[in-house]
């Protein structure tokens, strides 16, 4: 298995999968053989992606997915053990980015930017963690951002606060994985995706539109270095990618 370019035959999860850089994910990665299990909330977006994805020859389905809710992300991993047998990687994809000042004291978005960007990834991680340990491998990728290198500052505290957390808990995660499960991290900068579409306040949300216009890279971009991460052979780990579009600053 995977003899053929790292990926062919791979069971890979996906969350977020409806939209943006998984979706983007999924297309290349079902280019490349992979077998496709596909997480998102929107169930009739997932359904299309699936249906077309299928139509080209590749294998996947479609799981509606909240993963701020455990019982859930469980019940994805095991519809890809149903399916396919094993799971090879999960991309911990999903995430959420409503910007706005600390200020506006937006106490619930906050939260729910909590339990999707930070509980999202922990419950993704308890849910194929004991497959790939029995399995003796595995990859898990989790998405985060720049702004979890720098803080996005003044309107995203928040948000970079859940990203920073990404890569606490993905460095956790490498030296406490078992022997055979791959770790990466990938930070991506401004990339073309629904995220800048999510902040309420009118401020924030102007001027987060404004920025990415002017810097944004396609999604596959990123797909290309979560591609490229999972085709490495078993023995090599790539542990974090960092990409930005040549024209960001920030």
């Known amino acids: 298995m995977n003899s053929l370019n790292g990926i062919q035959d ?31 909330r929107r169930t009739d977006r997932l359904q299309g992606l699936v ?15 909240d993963v701020g809710d455990a019982a859930q992300v469980r019940a994805l991993a095991d519809a890809a053990l149903k399916r396919f047998g094993r799971i090879d990687v999960l991309v911990n994809n999903a995430g959420t980015m409503p910007l706005s000042p600390l200020a506006a004291l937006k106490v619930d978005e ?8 930070i509980k999202g990834v922990l419950h993704g991680i308890a ?6 340990t029995e399995q003796k491998s595995g990859h898990i990728v989790n998405i985060a951002s720049i702004a979890g290198h ?18 606490a808990i993905s460095e956790g995660l490498r030296a ?14 401004a990339v073309a995706s629904e995220l800048k579409d999510h902040s309420t306040d009118p401020a ?14 396609p999604a596959d971009s990123v797909a290309r270095a979560i591609a490229y991460a999972i085709e490495q052979p078993a023995e090599v780990d790539i542990n974090e990618v960092v990409l930005r579009p040549t024209v960001q600053e920030f």
Do not use: C, H
């Open 204 to 217: 924030a949300r102007a001027g987060v539109q404004a920025f990415y216009e002017q810097n944004q890279i």
């Open 127 to 132: 849910a194929v963690l004991p497959v790939m």
């Open 176 to 189: 406490e994985a078992p022997a055979g499960v791959r770790t990466t991290i990938v930070s991506p900068g």
């Open 110 to 117: 906050w939260s729910r930017t909590i339990d999707i960007n």
């Open 10 to 40: 791979k069971v890979v999860v996906i969350t977020g999968a409806s939209s943006g850089l998984g979706e983007a994910t999924a297309r290349l990665l079902a280019t490349r053989g992979a077998r496709l299990v596909l997480a998102a």
């Open 150 to 167: 720098k803080v996005f500052t003044p309107i995203g505290t928040v948000y970079s606060a859940t990203k920073f957390a990404v890569r």
């Open 51 to 65: 249906a077309e994805l299928e139509s080209n020859g590749a294998q996947a389905i479609a799981v509606t997915t």
